[in-house]
């Protein structure tokens, strides 16, 4: 039986795995036990702190959509130009993208807004 447990409270959260610096995860044992709150936890404040700063949802996604954008454009210019080729090719690019997307835990809503900022301007 431990002495210094902490108790930890699980809802709808997905688990995310990290590397810290010893020094970092040393530092977060002992701040855990000394005030009885798990490092997870204090991770979670610490994250959702950080979330709180930064931009909305949609301007991430927007981000993500012209560096998505900039990747096709590099792939386009490698290959010779074939029009109805080069809509196949996007059209599995596009795919591709999702399902990165998917297997990455991104949610569905954002995964939509993501194709279709990539694909709005029909420009492939």
Request: charged share 30%.
């Amino acid at each position: 039986m431990s002495l210094l447990k902490v108790h930890s409270k699980r809802g709808t959260s997905r688990s995310l795995t990290l590397d810290v610096p010893s020094r970092a995860n040393s530092y977060l044992t002992i701040y855990s036990l000394a005030v009885g709150i798990p490092k997870g936890q204090i991770v979670r404040e610490l994250i959702e702190d950080w979330l709180s700063r930064q931009p909305d949802d949609l301007s991430i996604a927007n981000k993500l959509v012209e560096r998505i954008k900039r990747e096709w454009k590099i792939q386009k210019s490698l290959k010779p130009i074939d029009i109805v080729q080069n809509h196949k090719d996007f059209l599995k690019y596009i795919e591709s993208i999702e399902d990165e997307l998917r297997h990455k835990g991104v949610e569905e809503q954002h995964i939509e807004m993501i194709i279709e900022g990539v694909t709005h301007d029909g420009k492939n």
